[in-house]
């Protein structure tokens, strides 16, 4: 029986460090953007664009948002774009993890009758809860540091802000 546990504690510790290896030397994702020699969309037709990170979706009482949050916890990202040019529209939420990769993508088409427009994009971030360790390529700890979301609108970046996971 001891033999067995110490093969079992080596297996869990190769298959450990194997992950770590793994994390370490995969090469991170790209972030897209415009094709050589092709220039970027133009600006989109939107004034006073807001993006406001908080726990649930803001309202207009004006809170001031929030800039840290705790593994687990549901992240809200909401944009408020006034005076939205009339037409058929493409509304973009870009999620971006603590190594640059992109990590969530939510697109919400609109048609706008030429008002503002307001929409909400959420992340919730869940490591497998079997293993409790805070390292490695499967606990909670790929999920800590500094993240980034985007709003983008007909292609064109609209609003970013930056938050941190802890």
């Given amino acids: ?27 991170l994702p790209r ?25 649930s979706p803001a309202d207009r009482s004006g809170r001031s948002g929030r800039s840290e949050f705790g593994f687990g916890e549901r992240i809200y990202a909401t944009v408020e774009i006034e005076r939205v040019a009339p037409g058929d529209h493409l509304l973009t939420f870009r999620w971006f993890n603590p190594r640059g990769g992109l990590q969530e993508t939510f697109r919400r088409p609109f048609s706008s009758p030429g008002r503002s427009y307001r929409a909400w994009s959420w992340l919730e971030l869940r490591g497998d809860e079997w293993l409790g360790f805070p390292l490695g390529p ?11 979301v985007e709003a983008v609108l007909d292609g064109a970046p609209l609003a970013e802000s930056a938050f941190t996971v802890r």
């Fill in 1 to 27: 029986m001891r033999r067995f546990c110490h093969i079992l504690i080596l297996v869990f510790a190769a298959a450990l460090a194997a992950g770590a290896l793994f994390s370490l030397l995969s090469p």
């Fill in 31 to 55: 972030r897209a953007g415009p094709a050589p020699g092709r220039q970027p969309d133009p600006a989109p037709p939107a004034a006073n664009v807001s993006l406001l990170l908080d726990s």
């Fill in 138 to 148: 499967l606990g909670p700890g790929r999920f800590l540091g500094r993240w980034r």
